[in-house]
């Protein structure tokens, strides 16, 4: 029912910038929570940031300062800025979306778009 489709993934020098962005089709429940999450090869795929419905946000401790997330509801969109990019973010970033309804979660993914960060 619901589709993620991520933009914004490419090559960046390091201490340079770059802003995914994740939309969703479809109609999320009210309750929800969109993210993003990241996987670098050989690496178990981790929480980088996610924001609530209410625009309460959190993020991985390695990214916290440099990364912002940001949601536009009236576009049904999450976005991740990224600042200060080390060669260390380098992973393939995957939106994430979550509708908690009264019966229990659903959650959604996207297919992924690489980040890489090398000079």
């Known amino acids: 029912q619901v589709q993620l489709v991520e933009t914004g993934g490419g090559l960046v020098q390091p201490g340079g910038s770059l802003r995914l962005s994740c939309a969703a089709s479809?109609?999320?429940?009210?309750?929800?929570?969109m993210g993003w999450y990241r996987q670098a090869p050989g690496k178990q795929r981790e929480l980088v940031a996610a924001?609530?419905?209410?625009?309460?946000?959190n993020y991985a401790d390695s990214v916290q300062g440099r990364f912002t997330v940001s949601r536009d509801d009236s576009k049904n969109t999450v976005y991740l800025q990224m600042n200060s990019l080390k060669p260390e973010d380098t992973a393939v970033y995957y939106c994430?979306?979550?509708?908690?309804?009264?019966?229990?979660?659903?959650?959604?993914w996207g297919q992924g778009t690489q980040v890489t960060v090398s000079s």
């Open positions: 924001v609530t419905s209410s625009g309460r946000s």
């Open positions: 994430n979306a979550i509708s908690y309804y009264t019966y229990g979660p659903r959650e959604y």
């Open positions: 479809g109609t999320l429940f009210w309750n929800n929570v």
